[in-house]
């Protein structure tokens, strides 16, 4: 429990403090130089500015749903490493009373459901990540095709296309 609550207190520390900061960092510094670069073309800015949102939007209602996955996997660790302990500090007990077959089938339901559970949890992540990354990555298509017409129109460079669609990304 020590060595998994000390790493979850730092990958907590980190989503909650340092990744927002970061996140909205770069949003505003990236927002002030398409604006003051790009004042001819405001639906640029206001493309970063509500690309965020969509994404927010699209991840959001699984929050609730996945919390609870992952509560209920970390529940199921706990169970699991509390049937080891108990089973590690009672082994003399057990044996002498012969109920290894009963300890071993009991270990391997906690096993299966810790792991069960830990599966289920890391998946429904990363299929919500998925979904995700793929709104971003239609709005980025979008917004691909809108910059090409204006570079077929001449009203901006291929070096601006480039530089425009990097900050949006």
Do not use: C
């Not at 510094?29 to 493309?47: E, K, M």
């Not at 706990?78 to 082994?91: H, K, L, P, V, Y």
């Not at 012969?98 to 289920?120: L, P, Q, V, Y």
């Amino acid at each position: 429990r020590v060595r998994s609550d000390s790493n979850s207190i730092i990958g907590i520390i980190y989503t909650v403090i340092q990744q927002p900061v970061i996140a909205l960092s770069a949003f505003a510094v990236a927002l002030v130089t398409l604006l003051s670069a790009y004042p001819d073309f405001p639906f640029i800015a206001l493309w970063a500015v509500g690309a965020m949102p969509m994404y927010v939007a699209a991840t959001t209602p699984f929050a609730r749903r996945l919390r609870r996955r992952a509560q209920a996997a970390s529940a199921a660790g706990t169970a699991f490493t509390s049937n080891i302990e108990e089973g590690m500090d009672n082994m003399l007990a057990v044996q002498s009373l012969g109920a290894n077959e009963t300890e071993r089938e009991r270990f391997r339901k906690d096993s299966a459901e810790s792991f069960k559970r830990i599966r289920f949890s890391t998946l429904a992540l990363g299929l919500v990540e998925t979904l995700g990354e793929a709104s971003m990555l239609l709005l980025e298509l979008f917004f691909f095709v809108y910059l090409a017409g204006h570079v077929i129109a001449g009203d901006l460079s291929v070096g601006d296309f480039s530089v425009v669609l990097t900050y949006v990304v």
